[in-house]
């Protein structure tokens, strides 16, 4: 085996085991997230939805801003964290494949745009759900294969918007009791943090005339 052959067997064994750690690291916090969820949405059972009132998003409320944080882990019954489970492990997952580093940072920041354009949208209301994460996953996950421009991200970013565009009609103000605003925000939260936590490409050493 030449040099340069073995150099390149090196290089795709490093890339093999790394994609790998990142798979196990992704899926060990999804299961994690999810596992808070469900214990959530029990101690909420158990107290008659107390937990929906008290730490949901109110809209134009002062007091409702701390729902910005904890409303993703909230849900009006299991009914509806069923719905969310399975889209958000498995995006959530896949956002999560590049490093924990950058999905915490990226769930951070869907977190707080989806949450604060939903409290100034929506006067009045609670919102509580998971569902601005999914959006924002899923925006994530397809502008990181725009953005970044890597084999891997970009067949990701194919196959999120194949499999899951259907999930863009949750983006129009025409569903009884669901929050459109907090699908909205999520989403361009996903493609900001997409942005702001792309690949930074070495500048050219030549100067343009």
Request: proline share 3%; hydrophobic share 55%.
């Amino acid at each position: 085996m030449s040099d340069y052959s073995r150099s390149a067997f090196e290089s795709a064994k490093r890339g093999a085991g790394t994609l790998l750690t990142g798979a196990a690291s992704a899926l060990v916090i999804m299961i994690g997230v999810l596992g808070v969820m469900w214990g959530v949405e029990i101690v909420d059972y158990l107290l008659n939805g107390t937990l929906d009132h008290q730490f949901g998003i109110v809209g134009w409320d002062p007091d409702g801003l701390v729902g910005i944080v904890f409303a993703p882990f909230l849900h009006v019954g299991f009914g509806h964290l069923m719905a969310n489970s399975l889209p958000l492990l498995i995006l959530g997952f896949l956002a999560a494949l590049r490093g924990v580093g950058k999905f915490l940072a990226a769930s951070a920041v869907i977190i707080v745009i989806g949450g604060f354009g939903t409290w100034f949208t929506s006067p009045g209301v609670i919102t509580v759900g998971a569902s601005g994460l999914v959006f924002g996953y899923f925006g994530f996950v397809v502008a990181r294969g725009l953005f970044d421009r890597r084999v891997l991200d970009i067949v990701l970013a194919i196959g999120v918007a194949i499999a899951y565009y259907s999930i863009l009609w949750g983006l129009l103000p025409n569903q009884q009791g669901i929050s459109w605003q907090g699908h909205l925000f999520g989403l361009i939260g996903g493609v900001i943090a997409a942005w702001f936590l792309r690949r930074k490409r070495p500048e050219s050493p030549y100067s343009a005339y």
